[in-house]
């Protein structure tokens, strides 16, 4: 298994971290298999969307915050269940294909860290198999 660490900025914020994916997936010198994504955390999750316009990951944030507010009513004693059903929302892992030693994405396409309970220091974990 190999991971790497990411910094967020913000309480909501979706990092792209497809060159460090791609890093990896480079390293790993696998030409044709899968890689698997998974994030251990409950309050940050993974997704894949459209990275050429940084507006598309600003709406996203805005949307999620608007549907499942900070101060919602929930009873969970750390005050931070919008970021654990977020997550829910999001999910914690993606599969992406290689092919030619590279991740297959469409041209718009990029991976998205999704921490609803930042700033903090978040990991990623990655399983990278040929075949
Ligand atoms: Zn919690």
Redesign the pocket.
Known sequence: MKTFSVSTRERVDLVDITSQVAQEVAKSSVGSGTVTIYIPH??CGVTINESADPDVARDIKMHLTKLVPQDGGFR??????D??IKTSMIGSSENIFIENGKLVLGMWQGIFLCDF?GPRTRKVYMKIVEG
């Open positions: 409950t309050t969970h004693s750390e005050g931070n269940s970021s654990h309970d």
